[in-house]
């Protein structure tokens, strides 16, 4: 049923675009199998510009809809559609992204798939000609942004929280430049090279920014506070175990990392990906923090080193066929 609402609003909102929609999949854990009761719906649809707007170049790259209107996290009720236009879609899988390539192989799971026009029958009989395996290294830049991302927010947040903390205590020095209160807040709040005094002895140095000690109060206490709001509830959970002195980890952001190597080398070495992944009870493991901290950042270090291995065997042929390519695009308009 929720499908079937979801396929009626995609459907409502390319006529309110003018635009034709070509293909309607799950995405996310509903289409790796690593889902959760807590898991909620996301949905790619690949849809097809007019004509005219082609012509004219007025034509949207992409769009979203999501019935989550009050900026907090998704829950199981909520759904999350992410429109593409077919151009762009396919300059995505062309240059190896991963969640353009997850999307390309999404009609192996037939759970995943909600609607498919005919006319991309081709495409999907023919995927490995719209991309280049070689260009997988994007596997590997997101397996190392997921694996270290929310590990090292969690901490920058843990020392951000705890400046803000301190000057939020200290309203006596409302008014007064930084110089004034920069060696108590110090002595407080610095972390060896997160929060600490400049070389110069003119800023105080704090995640990445200079703050002069010029500035007054109010000016450092404002700039901290809207740094601090622009972290996410996932770093925050992470800085909870940090200051707990448990693992400081993101095992969903862990998980994507473990499951992004396992699909690289299935591509590469077999051509292809198939959904629901094999691996997914494995993936489904990490996620819940069923592993150890230690054996799963040394999974995603052993199946880096292999991934790389493969991409740069140099008996790695392309198999991307421009012409192949341009004519379906071509025949889609016909």
């Known amino acids: 049923m929720k499908d079937m609402l979801v396929l009626s609003k995609v459907f409502e909102e390319c006529s309110r675009r003018g635009v034709t929609p070509l293909y309607v999949t799950k995405f996310g854990s509903k289409l790796y199998g690593t889902n959760t009761p807590s898991s909620d719906d996301d949905y790619k649809v690949v849809y097809l510009p007019s004509k005219e707007s082609m012509l004219l170049n007025d034509w949207e790259r992409s769009f979203h809809f999501n019935t989550n209107t009050d900026n907090t996290r998704n829950t199981s009720e909520d759904v999350d559609m992410e429109f593409k236009s077919l151009h762009y879609f396919l300059a995505e899988v062309k240059r190896g992204d991963t969640g353009a390539l997850d999307v390309a192989y999404s009609f192996t799971n037939d759970f995943a798939v909600i609607y498919k026009d005919p006319r991309m029958d081709e495409f999907f009989d ?59 807040f110090l002595k407080e709040c610095s972390y060896e090279t997160f929060c600490c005094l400049s070389k110069d002895g003119k800023y105080v140095h704090l995640l990445g920014a200079d703050y002069m000690l010029t500035n007054e109060y109010d000016y450092f206490l404002k700039s901290l506070r809207a740094k ?91 198999n991307l066929d421009e012409e192949f390519v341009r004519q379906f695009v071509l025949n889609l308009y016909k």
């Not at 997921?146 to 969690?154: D, I, P, R, T």
């Open 126 to 184: 023919n995927v490995n000609k719209f991309y280049d395996v070689r260009n997988m290294r994007s596997y590997l830049g997101y397996a190392q942004g997921q694996a270290l991302k929310y590990s090292v927010k969690g901490e920058r947040l843990y020392v951000l929280e705890k400046a803000v903390k301190w000057l939020e205590e200290h309203p006596e020095y409302t008014g007064k430049k930084t110089s004034t209160f920069a060696d108590d």
């Open 228 to 318: 601090r709001d622009k972290y996410g509830e996932r770093a925050r959970k992470v800085m909870e175990a940090f200051e707990s002195g448990s693992d400081s980890a993101d095992w969903k952001a862990l998980s994507h990392a473990y499951r992004c190597l396992l699909q690289a080398e299935e591509l590469v070495m077999t051509g292809s990906l198939k959904f629901p992944l094999k691996c997914a009870d494995l993936v489904k493991e990490v996620k819940a923090g069923k592993w150890k901290f230690e054996d799963v950042t040394k999974a995603i270090d052993e199946y880096l080193g292999v991934v790389n291995e493969l991409l740069t065997n140099p008996e790695l042929k392309s």
